[in-house]
């Protein structure tokens, strides 16, 4: 499986210990799908001009993701706050304003289009500022979307048509509303639904069946990133295998081993 990320790049940073991380969920979904051995993997982001840009940039190419499509503007890359709980969950606490992440968005030139149709998957997300290219993205390659917790019912009739694999945050949703959620985007035009929930596992809808999936327990260090390295890891699995139940198996299992080490995908850097 080949997989191309478009997106947001940030650098997390650990208040408490005055350390960074790169990250970003196409940042992290890119990376970890490489990791879990994606034929090749690359992304297309919006750089600052900072010396955090260019460790971001050389921490994605050490893991073996290519970077040649990206912009480079002038503007500090966005720099999140994060406390880390007793849990291992994180808490952001905000950060600067006016960065590359708030300022500008990619408009897809044919050029990038040339280079997005060689790959099987595009992930993007509600924190790219991508929505209005989906259409056009979606006739070349197929779109993975990560929603987290934004599912109004407009937002989700702008997005569902051009998305065939949709992932949601819903830890705090009854079984109930996780159903009517999935049936909805179904119904909107997306062909695979996810529905993250945290400790109570995942639940994924086909558009006929629906799938449940525990979690794996291990002694957590940081939950930051384990979401987006359950989405790399299905991606990657049911791309290559089209089996649901493997897929969400060894998902489960990435998105578990996440959440042994600090930062989306470690690489820390003293701030």
Known sequence: MKLIAVGDNVTDCYLDEGIYYPGGNAVNVAVDCKRDGAEKVNYIGVFGNDD??????ACMEEEGVTCERSRK????TCQPGVKI??????IFVGGIRDTCQHLFSIRLQREDLEVIKEYDICHTSCYSNLEYELETLSRVCKVSFDFSDEHDDDYM???CPF???A????????EEEIHALAKKAAGYGTKIIGITRGSKGSVF????EFYTQGICKVDVVDAMGAGDAFIAAFLRHYADNKDMKEALSYAA???AYACTYAGGFGHPHKA
């Open 253 to 255: 299992e990435r998105a």
């Open 205 to 208: 809808y086909d558009g006929t």
């Open 167 to 174: 992932f949601f945050s819903g830890s705090d949703m009854s």
């Open 73 to 76: 503007v002038f503007a500090p």
């Open 157 to 159: 009739k702008r997005v």
């Open 85 to 90: 709980n007793e849990e291992g969950d994180r």
């Open 52 to 57: 955090r840009a260019d460790y971001i940039r």
């Open 163 to 165: 998305v065939t694999y």
